[in-house]
T-cell receptor
């Protein structure tokens, strides 16, 4: 049972490049989330998907887009990367909002 | 806006002593309050959670208390051990549950030998 799988684990981008972070869960969870973690800032919600077919903005959505491809997969896209998007990105899933999250192992992204 | 405040940002205790981390929240409609532990370079992991219809919950050396009137909740760790050293995050489901969890900024717990 893999839980939540994120790829890639590390990535370096140049300013203006695009990329997609992939996330998949095998726990039959309904809800999926993308957070970013910066030093001293805790975890901040970028986008979430309460159920298959729906997506909504979180606290810091600017510069990002998401796709809930199916119940298992939820991807995060950076269309034109900026240095301010240098961060560690975590995907998470849960049965629904009222249950604890299972996090992926994270993607460390550096934009130069 | 709605938020979660967490204190202290750093807590150093002697091995075997107790540690307490406190969080306050702004939305009186909040009803779900989990705590996560994150070791260096690892993912956050759920260690305990509490819902608004319960005042206290325990799991071995860990307990969480909730005061809905004062809008604060706390994590208590007794008989601390070296493996308790980590960053701890509180979280709350704000906005009536419409959005995902809002996290505090974390407490770095250091267990001194």
């Amino acid at each position: 049972n893999a839980g939540v799988t994120q790829t890639p684990k590390f990535q370096v981008l140049k300013t203006g490049q695009s990329m997609t972070l992939q996330c998949a869960q095998d726990m039959n969870h309904n809800s999926m989330y993308w957070y970013r973690q910066d030093p001293g800032m805790g975890l901040r919600l970028i986008y979430y998907s309460a159920s298959e077919g729906t997506t909504d903005k979180g606290e810091v959505p600017n510069g990002y887009n998401v796709s809930r491809l199916n119940k298992r997969e939820f991807s995060l896209r950076l269309e034109s990367a900026a240095p301010s998007q240098t961060s560690v990105y975590f995907c998470a899933s849960s049965v629904d909002h009222y249950y604890g999250y299972t996090f992926g192992s994270g993607t460390r992204l550096t934009v130069v | 806006g709605e938020n979660v405040e967490q204190h202290p940002s750093t807590l150093s205790v002697q091995e075997g002593d107790s540690a307490v981390i406190k969080c306050t929240y702004s939305d009186s409609a909040s009803n779900y309050f989990p705590w996560y532990k994150q070791e260096l370079g690892k993912r956050p992991q759920l260690i305990i959670d509490i819902r608004s219809n319960v005042g206290e919950k325990k799991d071995q050396r860990i307990a969480v208390t909730l005061n809905k009137t004062a809008k604060h909740f706390s994590l208590h760790i007794t008989e601390t051990q070296p493996e308790d050293s980590a960053v701890y995050f509180c979280a709350a489901l704000l906005g009536g549950g419409a959005d995902g969890l809002t996290f505090g900024k974390g407490t770095h717990l250091i267990i001194q030998p």
